[in-house]
């Protein structure tokens, strides 16, 4: 099966992708984590305002298959998550790497991206 690993972002290895514009990183699930989990019912997220910490839990996601927890790619603030994800977690499912995007963090230094995996790397991962 062939999955959807857009170039332009970094990946982790629990699957979740950064990508950075001017220090703000958005972040997600990949095409292929969110195919593994099934159908999301349910995605917990930081408030605004809150740090996280590269590598260490953020929230969860909750599929009609299992819960999982989320790691952060980058050190930071929540500056934005998207809220349409409460009503309608399916998003996650449809377009992981549109609409379906969980939070945005202000990175305390995007070097950090560095750390994680390029779209190559990510996919020889999952192969």
């Given at each position: ?5 857009p170039?332009?972002r ?11 514009t001017?220090?703000?990183?958005r ?21 605004e ?22 790691y ?43 750390n994680?995996?390029?779209a ?8």
């Amino acid at each position: 099966m062939s999955f959807d690993i857009p170039e332009d972002r970094r990946y982790q290895e629990s699957h979740e992708w950064a990508a950075e514009t001017d220090g703000v990183v958005r972040v997600g699930i990949s095409d292929f984590a969110q195919d593994e989990l099934g159908d999301v019912v349910f995605v917990e997220l930081p408030d605004e305002g809150d740090d996280v910490t590269q590598d260490e839990e953020f929230g969860v996601i909750e599929s009609i298959k299992a819960v999982s927890d989320l790691y952060a790619p980058v050190s930071g603030e929540v500056v934005s998550i998207n809220e349409d994800l409460f009503d309608a977690p399916e998003l996650v499912n449809e377009e992981p790497f549109g609409d379906g995007w969980m939070l945005e963090i202000e990175a305390d230094d995007t070097d950090e991206l560095e750390n994680l995996l390029s779209a190559d790397e990510y996919e020889d991962q999952i192969a």
